[in-house]
């Protein structure tokens, strides 16, 4: 009698464990839908410069909060698991900026230039290990 009730608790341990690592595994991977929708959103349309800076924002507080370390020259440093990074191409030179460039020196003045000027977001990258989105290549459409 007492293996039989050994054998019962055995069997639902062994179930309530894996109906634990179930629900952990859907509730990351909606955590993940959810934070890649904020930017996924972005891919392949054509967006204003306050949309820029809205998705610029969103990436400098995701990196923040998940204390995305810093090299010498304030950059984020990308690493394997939930850093982000948006790079911007300017067809007045033909240059590529990261983030933190406009960040510097304040999203209102990239506002004050670029508000009207289309931008297309034409590259997204993804982490490996992850899922989450690595890095976004927004490009300038239009000229002021």
Do not use: W
Not at 13 to 36: D, F, G, H, R
Not at 40 to 57: K, P
Not at 64 to 91: A, G, Q, W
């Amino acid at each position: 009698m007492k293996k039989l009730i050994y054998f019962f608790v055995a069997v639902i341990i062994i179930v309530c464990s894996i109906s634990y690592l179930y629900i952990m595994y859907k509730s990351n991977e909606n955590t993940v839908a959810q934070q890649n929708q904020l930017f996924e959103s972005y891919y392949q349309r054509q967006v204003y410069g306050a949309e820029v800076a809205t998705a610029i924002n969103k990436a400098m507080d995701s990196n923040y909060r998940n204390n995305v370390e810093k090299d010498k020259n304030n950059l984020y440093i990308e690493n394997t698991t939930n850093s982000i990074k948006i790079s911007i191409k300017m067809i007045d030179n033909d240059e590529i900026y990261p983030m933190e460039v406009f960040a510097k020196s304040g999203i209102q003045t990239f506002l004050e230039y670029y508000n009207n000027i289309q931008f297309k977001c034409v590259d997204i990258q993804h982490h490996e290990n992850t899922k989450l989105v690595k890095s976004l290549l927004f490009e300038q459409m239009t000229i002021s």
